[in-house]
């Protein structure tokens, strides 16, 4: 196998494992050791080479605190809003959950490997990653809200246990969902590479609208982060700002989404590039992609669904 | 192909970072009495938004102070569930992973509007007249929660005048977890048994 797809889907699997076990409040949760990404331990020589893991656990530190400092300063600010609201604060309020809806998208989850593969597995214009990135986005946050407010203000009942525990049937659901996605990309592009004599239309679900059912898929699993901002501004008697927060925490989730949209597209691209020269026929390396990226998609699925029974 | 493999790894570097919820700063107090080590005193201060959490759904009379009947409660529903995490304190007796198995003199309260645990986590070990070692850290290893054991003054020794100690602290890369992108900050305490 060419090392260059050796490389892509050592990549892809990594930061899979990565993704795995981003989920559930272990202090809801009676089997919180079932989650744990402990990593093996490394031996004296693996840590003397200063690994891309060392250098990315720093950066990620600070990045951490970051998070840390914005999460204070907006707890602050709401509070100052609430005993005496002025337009400046407001203002800062807004760059402050943009900035911490940035950094937090930045972290795994929110679905950003699955946008990943399936733009890899498509014909995709550049436009596509931004329409999925805000896609999933607004829908991520939307089902947090509607299952937080609903939760509180229709069911009264325990808010954050009742969250975690939709939380966990709407990963489910959302798992079955995009493996069967995964499902319909793979064997589309099997028949397309079976019966590549024939001339069929090359990637039909190449339209805005064949944004939507992965879009969904990924966007119905509620963001934790956003159930505890609103839930913290309807305790301070604050729904409307936290409506406001939440908005602006989704811009800033929505730009990193989308920037992995894009990268998506554009390493689409410049691996076309890379392998031009031992490729005769464009369609059948698109195949090869789409199939590799719907492999993944299927395989990140499953395996997600079965390890949220555990 | 240069910009192929930076294009990658700025990709791999985005998606690698890890997201935490719900922030702690976590203090440890060590505490020596005249037999040796007797445990450590853990204190957590959460951030503002999960607090108000907390207190929104356990304290129910709305008077923002926790009664002995709501500390049961938050203890057994908001708590108890990291018994399976060792409470997030990785202890090392020597080179000996210590399993948490219980807890002491649980208490929350509500200070600054951050809800507060306190704990005691029992570990008794008797001092020799040589050196000893134990290690402690404390973190989430599915990083949901953030463990901010860096933050100044988060260890203090309860010391006794038979006992000499000394305390260092390091990045411990061998327990990395999250897929070795997370290092944790480790103390490791050397005492012994002074001989009056």
């Known amino acids: ?36 990404t402990k990593s093996p331990e490394r031996n ?41 609201p002025s337009f400046k604060q407001f203002v800062l309020a807004f760059v402050l959950a943009f900035c911490y809806g940035f950094i937090h998208a930045l ?30 986005a607004l829908l991520h946050v939307l089902s947090a809200v509607v299952l937080t407010l609903s939760i509180y203000f229709i069911l009264k009942t325990s808010v954050l246990s009742m969250t975690n525990n939709f939380e966990v049937a709407l990963k489910q659901i959302s798992y079955i969902l995009i493996t069967l996605i995964g499902l319909g990309i793979f064997f589309f592009h099997l028949k397309n590479i ?7 239309e090359f990637i039909e679900y190449s339209s805005s609208k064949s944004l939507i059912p992965i879009a969904v898929s990924i966007g119905i699993v509620p963001c934790p982060c956003i159930t505890i901002v609103l839930l913290f501004c309807i305790s301070l008697n604050m729904l409307f700002f936290g409506l406001f927060l939440v908005f602006s925490i989704t811009t800033g989730m929505a730009v990193v ?10 390493l689409k691209n410049r691996s076309y590039n890379i392998f031009k020269g031992q490729i005769r026929d464009k369609k059948i390396f698109e195949n090869i992609l789409g199939i590799t990226g719907a492999s993944l998609i299927i395989m990140i699925g499953s395996l997600l669904f079965f390890a949220s029974f555990i | 192909m240069k910009y192929f493999l930076i294009n990658f790894c700025l990709f791999f570097a985005i998606a690698c970072c890890a997201h935490p919820h719900i922030y702690i700063e976590p203090s440890i107090e060590i505490i020596f009495d005249d037999l040796g080590l007797n445990g450590f005193k853990n204190t957590w201060v959460f951030d503002g938004m999960y607090s108000e959490l907390i207190i929104e759904e356990y304290d129910k009379n709305k008077n923002r102070f926790f009664e002995n009947k709501e500390i049961d409660c938050i203890k057994e529903k908001s708590f108890s569930n990291v018994k399976n995490q060792s409470y997030f304190n990785r202890i090392k007796i020597g080179k000996t992973k210590k399993i948490v198995k219980e807890v002491l003199d649980f208490n929350a309260n509500i200070e600054n509007g951050n809800v507060v645990y306190s704990f005691m986590v029992p570990c008794r070990i008797v001092a020799k007249n040589y050196p000893q070692f134990v290690s402690i850290s404390v973190y989430d290893d599915s990083y949901y929660i953030s463990l901010d054991f860096d933050c100044d003054g988060c260890l203090s020794v309860k010391s006794n005048k038979n006992i000499k100690y000394t305390v260092s602290k390091y990045e411990n890369e061998k327990d990395s977890f999250y897929f070795y992108q997370i290092i944790p900050y480790e103390y490791t305490i050397k005492y012994f048994k002074v001989n009056e």
């Open chain 1, 194 to 200: 079976i019966n590549k004599n024939k001339k069929i």
């Open chain 1, 107 to 136: 972290g795994p989850g929110h679905g950003k490997i699955f946008a990943l593969s399936f733009l890899i597995t498509r014909k995709s214009r550049t436009v596509d990653g931004v329409i999925l990135g805000i896609g999933i």
């Open chain 1, 44 to 84: 004296e020589s693996q840590i003397r080479n200063k690994t891309f893991f060392t250098l990315l656990g720093k950066y990620h530190r600070k990045l951490n605190k970051l998070q840390n400092k914005i999460n204070k300063n907006l707890t602050r600010i709401a509070n100052q809003i609430k005993s005496k």
């Open chain 1, 1 to 36: 196998m060419n090392n260059y797809i050796r490389f892509i889907l050592l990549i892809f699997l990594i930061t899979f494992v990565l993704n795995v076990f981003a989920e559930g409040n272990p202090f809801l949760k009676s089997n919180s050791a079932n989650t744990s």
């Open chain 1, 257 to 266: 989404i989308s920037m992995f949209g894009l990268l998506a597209i554009k």
